[in-house]
């Protein structure tokens, strides 16, 4: 199998290995229904000799799913860190049902760790892994991880994830879109342009933030935008993502 698994035509509605080498994987769990009428997310775990980390595992009904197909891949024991790029309940609302069975740190900007006990977690120094504001990086197996500050997009406390080895961004709400083609990976730019342009007029909180976010991400070897809602944006389509965002009015802009 080739390394990267990023075609036209992924169906949405299943679980995809998008990346694969020797000892490092990065999966789509198949959790958007495409038109269910709920607000689709994008959840993915990396795998790297053998651990696991689940990001953005998102809400409480979709984790019977969400588990049963990492169980494909990874004992879900072995899941050692789970992140949430924010504290929207499409990110975190399992996360209560998965600190129930596994031990995993979680991985959030330190601005919303003084909510984690509201997820009922009594000790929380000891579950959470704090993100200062600035970004970090995170060695996870033969990966580095780097968490670069999106502060603002929408969330105050966002970071979105580059992962070295498969070189894919995972952006959270950035580049987010209601899907209505049956295909995970976008193929007609200009159609999902448009599809993305209300979303974060509304969501994002000005364009200085959004220039200050590509500022800092568009000098990467990027080979997919991977975002929590909607497509993937596919290498040949980045320059135009990124111009898009740098010129786009939104939030306080608007007003
Ligand atoms: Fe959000
Ligand atoms: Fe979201």
Same mark, same amino acid.
């Given at each position: 199998m080739a390394k990267y698994n990023i075609n036209y035509g992924l169906d949405p509605r299943r679980d995809h290995i998008l990346y694969k080498d020797e000892d490092h994987k990065v999966i789509y769990l198949g959790t958007n229904m495409?038109?269910?009428?709920?607000?689709?997310?994008?959840?993915?775990?990396?795998?790297?000799?053998?651990?696991?980390?689940?990001? =953005? #595992?998102?809400?409480y009904k979709i984790f019977p799913k969400v588990l049963s197909n990492i169980s494909k891949y990874l004992n879900p024991k072995d899941i050692e860190y789970i992140y949430m790029c924010h504290q929207d309940p499409d990110v975190a609302g399992s996360v209560p049902l998965w600190r129930s069975i596994t031990n995993a740190k979680l991985v959030t900007s330190w601005l919303?760790?003084?909510?984690?006990?509201?997820?009922?977690?009594?000790?929380?120094?000891s579950v959470a892994h704090p993100l200062p504001d600035e970004g970090s990086e995170l060695s996870f197996g033969s990966t580095i991880l780097e968490?670069?500050?999106?502060?603002?997009?929408?969330s105050p406390g966002h970071f979105t994830i580059y992962d070295r080895r498969s070189k894919f961004l995972f952006t959270g709400d950035i580049g987010i879109a209601i899907l209505? =083609? #049956?295909?995970?990976?976008?193929e007609d730019m200009d159609k999902h342009i448009n599809a993305m342009k209300p979303l974060h007029e509304r969501?994002?909180?000005?364009?200085?933030?959004?220039?200050?976010?590509?500022?800092?991400?568009?000098?990467?070897?990027?080979?997919?935008i991977i975002p929590q809602h909607g497509g993937i944006i596919p290498k040949k389509h980045i320059g135009r993502f990124f111009n898009f965002l740098s010129?786009?009015?939104c939030g306080v802009d608007l007003i």
């Open positions: 495409s038109g269910s009428g709920d607000m689709d997310v994008n959840s993915y775990i990396i795998i790297n000799k053998k651990k696991g980390m689940l990001l =953005d #595992p998102g809400g919303w760790i003084r909510f984690l006990p509201h997820f009922g977690f009594e000790d929380v120094d968490f670069i500050p999106a502060h603002f997009l929408h209505e =083609d #049956p295909s995970l990976v976008i969501l994002m909180a000005s364009n200085v933030a959004l220039k200050d976010w590509v500022s800092r991400v568009s000098s990467l070897d990027i080979e997919a010129n786009l009015r």
